[in-house]
């Protein structure tokens, strides 16, 4: 695409209020401009609000009455969705359980992506960072932490490590960011 339609779509997309932009300043020259989604736009990528509501109501109603005694709503939610995740990922971590990490990261990656996420990885100096670039609740998520369980523990559940999340769409970020430690490549010959 030429640069001249390249504007004439961002001119359209700001004024459908799906995008807006920042100025950059150079020390030299012409500002630059960072463009990012905004709300609007960033509920039109793929969302399953659907999908949430059905896993939600189908964990919910199994739950038993020792699942919830002494424990607050939040402490529910994030026990739903941590069961959620669990089913989600139970299937595809049989598949990579004792494979290497490279293997569990490709089976995460593939559900990320399935679930709708956008994921997107980088390997630096023995860690991890994978990128959400979507969120399929995302509304939901802004809204609830809770809902930020279920992909934080199907990351712990391929990978079998903490994740960290550095960048969060609950703190304004346009995206989710969590950073994982990766193993130490085993010796060879073993």
């Not at 030429?2 to 500002?31: C, E, N, Q, W």
């Not at 424990?71 to 359980?97: A, C, M, P, Q, T």
């Amino acid at each position: 695409m030429s640069v001249a339609t390249i504007r004439r779509h961002l001119d359209i997309l700001r004024r459908d209020t799906y995008v807006t932009f920042d100025v950059v300043r150079k020390r030299t020259g012409r500002p630059g401009y960072s463009f990012r989604l905004t709300d609007l736009g960033h509920e039109t990528m793929p969302k399953a609000y659907d999908r949430l509501l059905g896993m939600m109501i189908g964990e919910v109603s199994s739950l038993e009455p020792e699942d919830t005694r002494n424990k607050s709503g939040d402490d529910v939610l994030s026990l739903v969705f941590s069961r959620i995740s669990d089913k989600v990922s139970e299937g595809r971590r049989n598949e990579v359980r004792e494979d290497t990490f490279e293997r569990k990261l490709e089976g995460l990656v593939s559900q990320l992506a399935v679930d709708g996420f956008q994921p997107e990885v980088e390997s630096s100096e023995g860690k991890v960072s994978i990128t959400l670039l979507n969120c399929p609740f995302r509304s939901v998520a802004v809204d609830h932490e809770a809902v930020c369980e279920y992909d934080a523990h199907l990351i712990r559940s391929f990978l079998g490590a903490d994740p960290q999340r550095d960048d969060s769409i609950r703190d304004g970020n346009p995206h989710c960011i969590y950073m994982v430690e990766a193993p130490a490549p085993a010796p060879a010959g073993r």
